[in-house]
């Protein structure tokens, strides 16, 4: 093979590497984002942010008396001017559901627990993507790792010599490598 065939190879490998790297930087900000969120599931929700407030009620209200127009004068406890339904769970308990969030009241103790869910911005969305909640998107899902095989690949020739693959490079290879390998024998033994 010819001087000119491996400089036109290693042109298309770089201008491959940087035009795959700039198409996907986006998905890839995106799922590293969802990965950490995602790695954390158990300190904090990534998808919602949970709203908790106790209330106290004024005296009078009981579930013989309760009508829509007691329901709505509640929600404004809560800053809610609708409400989808109400329901009795118990003799002395209502519950109060909104768009997003619910009211569980207490008749017997004059307390109200209010709960409202939103969702969490940026994060919500990169988590539907990232656990392919939408319809089809697992293809595209599959083509992004492949690129991202490919944008690691290109990249690891881009640099030439002591710098390169051959050089300091194989070095740093094999010290990311060392990383999940350490990470699976600890595993192993655990």
Not at 7 to 22: M, P, S, Y
Not at 131 to 143: H, Q
Not at 155 to 183: E, H, M, Q, S, Y
Request: with cysteine; hydrophobic share 45%; net charge positive.
């Amino acid at each position: 093979m010819t001087r000119e065939f491996w400089r036109k190879l290693r042109r298309l490998n770089i201008a491959t590497h940087r035009d795959v790297g700039f198409f996907f930087s986006s998905l890839i900000i995106i799922y590293c984002l969802s990965g950490m969120a995602l790695n954390h599931v158990d300190d904090w929700n990534p998808d919602f942010i949970i709203e908790k407030k106790e209330i106290r009620l004024p005296k009078g209200y009981t579930v013989s008396k309760l009508t829509s127009k007691v329901v709505l004068e509640i929600g404004k406890l809560v800053n809610e001017d609708t409400y989808k339904v109400y329901d009795i769970p118990s003799p002395e308990k209502i519950k109060i559901y909104y768009n997003n969030a619910s009211l569980l009241i207490d008749l017997s103790s004059g307390t109200g627990a209010y709960e409202k869910i939103t969702r969490r911005p940026v994060f919500y969305q990169s988590n539907v993507l990232h656990r392919n909640s939408l319809n089809g998107w697992k293809w595209v899902s599959d083509i992004f790792g492949g690129m991202l095989i490919l944008i690691s690949i290109t990249g690891l020739f881009i640099l030439k010599g002591k710098k390169g693959i051959t050089g300091r490079g194989k070095w740093f290879i094999a010290a990311g490598l060392l990383l999940p390998v350490i990470a699976l024998i600890l595993h192993e033994l655990a």
